[in-house]
């Protein structure tokens, strides 16, 4: 796992999956990041405080968590897009040109109104 607080990069481990409860597919086939809201605790053997932000390598079978204090871990996993991304303002594209359409469409109303 990639470890970040206060923009500073930490170390890596490996493992994954969850201990909270069954998953629809192999962990190692998702991308899995968390934030620790409140508290701390133990993840996969590294320690994680408040408002670290964990990136979890695609590899493993399990993310265990162990915690000695009430806490708050915001857990995420997702099946990759595998998909080029290109983002501006509030739009999100796969490529400057679907950037740019999207900029024009906005622009010429077709997005809707609100009164």
């Known amino acids: 796992m990639t470890r970040k607080s206060d923009n500073a990069q930490a170390s890596k481990a490996s493992g994954l999956a969850s201990s909270i409860g069954p998953l629809c597919t192999t962990i190692s086939a998702l ?3 968390s934030v620790m809201v409140l508290g701390s605790a133990e993840i996969n053997g590294q320690a994680v405080e408040a408002l670290d932000f964990v990136l979890f ?5 399990k993310i265990e968590v162990t915690a000695d204090e009430n806490s708050v871990l915001f857990l995420m996993s997702g099946v990759p897009i595998d998909e080029p991304i290109a983002q501006y303002g509030p739009f999100v594209m796969n490529t400057q040109g679907e950037l740019q359409e999207a900029f024009e469409e906005f622009a010429a109303g077709k997005f809707g109104y609100l009164d």
């Not at 390598?57 to 079978?61: A, D, I, Q, T, V």
């Open 31 to 33: 991308t899995s990041k």
């Open 57 to 61: 390598k695609n590899e493993g079978e």
